[in-house]
């Protein structure tokens, strides 16, 4: 009798288990097509030509596909009185972001190490305040640094946007590499300096090597941060050097008469590829590179 | 011979704190010096001053005859092995053993050969191609020892280098680490908060408390000689006792009064020591409170004690009871008859006896 009544119990907690864990599979299942629903729009309405879209459904599928609208944005949209696409502009983002990430990762990987590992008087006090760095809005630096660019000659140029974003991703670098460094004893200085290592040689042997997990989170996060600036894009750039959200921008707000809204769905895709590319690639490796800390023994 | 190692009135500090306070210490080449005290004393920070790898803030440092005081670590011709064994995680086994001579510039041909060689003798052959990951807490300290080794320095130091291993393998270490220095003939020096391997390891012993050495000496002297309570206390497991307790003078030597919470006093004589003050406290080692039978008519004093407390340790038996306030251990052998609750005899061996006197602490005999 009890028994019977007890495994009644059990097969009735485990319906319940079984229902709860539906529904949340069904509340994910929600969710998730929710977060895809402007994807989906974006990637049908990129396929469909302009009359399909006058006439059609938003959510529906393209009757027929064409990949018109891409060429265009590719290749052929205006961006104000030059018709050229977005290629020039998406250039002009890979050659500001690549550099500008190197240069970026690699001197918050130096002040990283050394507000971590040569511990000076005053580091503490110089790590705050580039910690500090990362709160100032950018609006603030604006003027500024619209100044410096002008007197060292480099405004308006790829190279002038680079050095910004370096500026304004050091803090954010340093704090990574630093924490990431903090959790390495400092015996292993100690013993590289016994060694007979000094200070670069124990950065390029030992550290760097011990580094790439958080390299990984740094370059996923300053590509991500530079590649969708707008801001500085527009303040600090002129006609030819502008990237490629400024272009996406100037595509979607300064055309003329039909909106034509298969392109301005494609050049938002192909604008937002890199970044998706980056985390697709690496993204693994950034969870990794997050929790490195916490598991290390 | 000159000293291998010589530091006279070093001071170090942080800011407004003294971390350290005049040490002078010097070593004979071949001598293995052990910086022993509790955590904070500073013997840590003394080694880093040796290396060089914490500047100092006042005082000298010789080492091999020459001043090395503002010297950079790696041109003093010391090698270190560290508490953490600070392997470098990146590279095997053998990159780790050759980066100082890599750093060096060493040519590849004297680098293999010397490798070869220490990894023969500390038999890490098999692990050779290895990551540090992969190995045990054992492996990795030899390795971290290969590393020390195939400097060949003038001066090995040794940062706590068997507190991260278990008791067994400790020991395993530590009697090979002795064999190595006896082997090798090098000067050694060598930090420990275990008074154990302090006595088993060193030829002279340099106790620390506060940043302020204590007593320098032979391991022999420093057990037998503390030069305080706090050395008395420190060195020696179980501790030393010490008794409050009051010093007459007689006509045959010192009669040493120590009171009981029941119970008429015990009283010793002493033949050796005189004129001590009045008021003394005497320290008394464990194994000098015995079984009455195991010693010598002449040594022994037997006194009746009532027994708190029985520990036995396998080849020893501990017997707690309570003399002059105070808890004191006495070392019985393993089949004794000492009960918990009852009175039992034991003798007294006043020969190695120390007093010290209560306001300062310092030895009187």
Known sequence: MTDISMTSAQSQSQTGKIVLRWLLYIALGLFALFYLMPLFVMITTSLKSLDEIRTGDLIALPREVTFDAWRTAWSGACTGIQCEGVRPYFWNSILIAIPAVAISTLLGAMNGYVVAQWRFRGANIIFSLMLFGCFIPFQVVLLPMARTLGIMGIAGTIPGLIFVHVIYGLGFTTLFFRNYYVTIPAELTKAAKVDGAGFFRIFWSIFLPLSLPIIVVTVIWQFTQIWNDFLFGVSFSQAGTQPVTVALNNIVNSTTGVKEYNVDMAAAIIAALPTLFVYVVAGKYFIRGLTAGSVKG | ?365
């Open chain 2, 1 to 365: 011979m000159s000293p291998i190692l010589d530091i006279k009135n070093l001071y170090k500090s942080y800011g407004t704190t003294e971390i350290l306070k005049d040490i002078n210490v010097s070593i004979e080449p071949g001598d293995f010096l052990v910086l022993v005290g509790p955590s904070g004393c500073g013997k840590s920070t003394l080694l880093n001053c040796i290396a060089g790898l914490e500047p100092i803030t006042g005082g000298s440092i010789n080492i091999g005859g020459k001043d090395m005081t503002h010297v950079s670590p790696k041109d003093r011709d010391i090698a270190m092995v560290f508490q953490s064994y600070a392997l470098y995680p990146t590279m095997t086994v053998a990159k780790n053993i050759t980066f100082g001579m890599k750093v060096r510039g060493v040519d590849q041909a004297t680098q293999d050969r010397k490798l070869a060689q220490v990894a023969q003798q500390l038999q890490i052959e098999p692990l050779l191609n290895r990551r540090p990951g992969q190995l045990s807490g054992g492996q990795r300290q030899r390795v971290a020892m290969g590393r020390a080794l195939v400097r060949d320095p003038k001066l090995f130091l040794f940062d706590e280098p068997l507190s991260n291993l278990d008791a067994k393998l400790r020991v395993e270490m530590r009697t090979e680490i002795k064999s190595l220095h006896h082997n090798l003939g090098a000067s050694m020096v060598y930090v420990t908060h275990d008074q154990i391997e302090a006595m088993t390891l060193a030829t002279k012993i340099v106790v620390m408390k506060g940043g302020v050495i204590q007593q320098i000496g032979s391991p022999a002297e420093i057990y037998n000689r503390p030069a305080n309570l706090f050395v008395a206390d420190f060195m020696g497991s179980p501790a030393m006792n010490l008794i409050p307790a009051k010093a007459h003078r007689a006509d045959e030597g010192t009669r040493i009064e120590i009171t009981r919470k029941s119970g008429e006093p015990i009283v010793l004589t002493d033949t050796k020591n005189r004129d001590l003050p009045e008021d003394v406290i005497l320290g008394v080692r464990p194994e000098d409170i015995a079984d009455p039978d195991l010693r010598g008519a002449e040594a022994a004093q037997a006194a009746e004690c009532l027994i708190d407390m029985v520990e036995p340790a396998g080849a020893d038996t501990f017997a707690v009871m309570q003399l002059g306030g105070k808890h004191v251990t006495a070392r019985l052998h393993a089949e004794t008859t000492a009960k918990p609750g009852q009175p039992k005899r034991l003798s007294f061996d006043l020969g190695k006896v120390s007093y010290f006197a209560p306001e300062t602490g310092l030895r009187l005999n």
